[in-house]
């Protein structure tokens, strides 16, 4: 027997915090009644905890982690909902001067000129970034200074002032308050991250499951995406 007072239980990358904590969350809600317990992790934690038997009702995720939980029947694959994808950005102190960033000269210049730079080791973008570095062969410049958190949000290093500058897809970079958008990655080294989300195959709550879905590809979560630092591939609404 289901659970019916039982808190809707999500697993989440942490990409679209904004989005939820802001906007969806709050209104599923309201309009549904149903509670929700959102466990938030990178998406490499998420699948580490998986990969430990932790199971949710729903999991956001990184699409190539989600192609994995499809192949292994973890998730529904008739579930599965293509969400939004994310970029990966610089952020610096609310105030603060913004640099230029917009070509790779400038970005190199900023990362190897900071009093310091933070970045996730275990987040994609963290990941990224330390390739990145290595690639444009600045590596031991940034990391000489570098502030680095296993993983969580960078920012937070702005905000405790060991970082200058923090390093992340601009959503996360956008859930610390107190930071500011110096903008995206120049296109020639950008990265692009897609999100999706699913239920799990043994779910407890799956008609819950399945209207927190519904929530995450409606018209007001496309707004919500894209007003929380991401692309959306939920079809915007349309006026009426």
Do not use: C
């Not at 990178?42 to 499809?70: C, F, K, Q, W």
């Not at 958190?149 to 002032?161: C, L, M, Q, V, Y």
């Not at 043994?202 to 879905?213: E, K, M, N």
């Amino acid at each position: 027997m289901t659970d019916n007072t039982a808190p809707l239980s999500i697993m989440s990358a942490l990409a679209v915090e904004v989005a939820f904590k802001r906007w969806i969350v709050p209104g599923f809600e309201q309009q549904t009644g149903i509670r929700t317990d959102i466990i938030w992790d990178p998406t490499t934690v998420l699948m580490r905890r998986v990969r430990d038997g932790e199971r949710a009702d729903v999991i956001l995720a990184i699409d190539h982690a989600m192609d994995e939980l499809e192949k292994e029947s973890v998730i529904r694959r008739d579930t599965r909902i293509p969400i939004a994808r994310a970029m990966v950005g610089l952020g610096v102190r609310h105030g603060a001067p913004k640099p230029d960033i917009s070509t790779l000269e400038a970005l190199k210049d900023v990362l190897t000129g900071a009093r310091s730079v933070a970045y996730s080791l275990g987040g994609a973008s963290g990941i990224y970034f330390q390739d990145l570095i290595k690639r444009l062969g600045i590596a031991d410049e940034v990391n000489a200074r570098a502030v680095t958190i296993p993983a969580g949000f960078t920012a937070t290093k702005i905000i405790s002032g060991e970082a200058e500058f923090a390093v992340q897809q601009v959503s996360e970079l956008m859930s610390v308050d107190g930071v500011d958008i110096v903008g995206p990655f120049p296109d020639e080294i950008q990265t692009f991250t897609d999100f999706s989300a699913a239920i799990f195959t043994d779910a407890r709550h799956p008609d819950a499951a399945s209207a927190f879905l519904d929530a995450l590809g409606s018209g007001a979560a496309a707004t919500a995406y894209e007003k929380g630092g991401l692309t959306s591939f939920v079809p915007a609404p349309t006026a009426n």
